[in-house]
């Protein structure tokens, strides 16, 4: 049993902006009880127990700053089968989102994309995206609207290398997207540029091709902040 004037310390941290409810044992103050996380942030709580109410009564909250350039790291995905490789579970509020590719391959010749999706599912159309090919003195380019295209067409190529996503207008829900890829067996150079609006806040990513082909060697893995 709690003792008058004890202290009570709760910390919350959400994955997004959740809704917070209390027991019958918690009471407000003139400080009120929160009712909801902000994004991300931990929020920090002081409570004392009051023999006359027999609750905890909040005295304090506080929303801790982020972590000035704090970056979330995935968890790596084998590029090894399936014809796409999803991460979900991207927090709102995330602006910048690195894709690593460590020697990515298919078993065909399609090209490879990245689409981006909301709550609702992975977004298929309205990409504006111009991605270009070098191999050795030669350099072929591709518009597209399916995704963000990767114009590497040979089986046998392994990309590595990194494409950022970057939220250029967080009321249009629209991302940019910059990279560079290369293969060192093939001596060629690929590029990914353009923008996608969504129809609502980014949660997620996914990696695939235009066809039939699966994944066949290789990692992948996402950071964000």
């Given amino acids: 049993t709690p003792t008058d004037g004890q202290e ?5 941290t959400g994955t997004a902006a959740r809704a917070l409810t209390y027991g019958t044992q918690f009471e407000a103050s003139t400080v009120a009880l929160p009712t ?4 991300t942030a931990r929020l920090d709580m002081k409570f004392v127990w009051r023999v006359d109410t027999s609750k905890w009564r909040i005295v304090w909250a506080t929303v801790a700053a982020a ?17 796409a490789i999803d991460f979900t579970g991207i927090p709102a509020g995330t602006k910048r989102i690195t894709i690593n590719f460590v020697n990515v391959s298919t078993s ?3 090209y490879k994309l990245i689409r981006l999706g909301v709550a609702a599912g992975i977004e298929t159309t309205g990409y504006v995206s111009a991605p270009a090919s070098i191999i050795g003195t ?15 067409l040979l089986a046998a190529q392994e990309l590595s290398g990194s494409v950022i996503l ?3 207008n967080s009321t249009t829900n629209r991302w940019c997207a910059t990279g560079v890829l290369s293969n060192n067996s093939t001596a060629s150079v690929h590029t990914v ?8 806040v980014l949660d997620r990513i ?8 699966t994944f066949d060697v290789g990692e992948i893995n996402i950071a964000y902040e």
């Fill in 166 to 168: 970057t939220l250029e």
């Fill in 8 to 12: 009570l310390l709760i910390a919350v």
């Fill in 206 to 213: 996914s990696l695939t091709q235009n066809g039939t082909d």
């Fill in 193 to 200: 540029s353009g923008t996608k609006a969504l129809a609502g």
């Fill in 138 to 152: 030669v350099t072929a380019t591709v518009g597209a609207t399916g995704g963000f295209f990767i114009n590497s």
């Fill in 108 to 110: 065909g010749t399609e």
């Fill in 67 to 83: 972590a000035a350039g704090g970056i979330t790291l995935g968890t790596p995905v084998a590029s090894t089968s399936g014809t």
């Fill in 36 to 39: 909801t996380t902000v994004t």
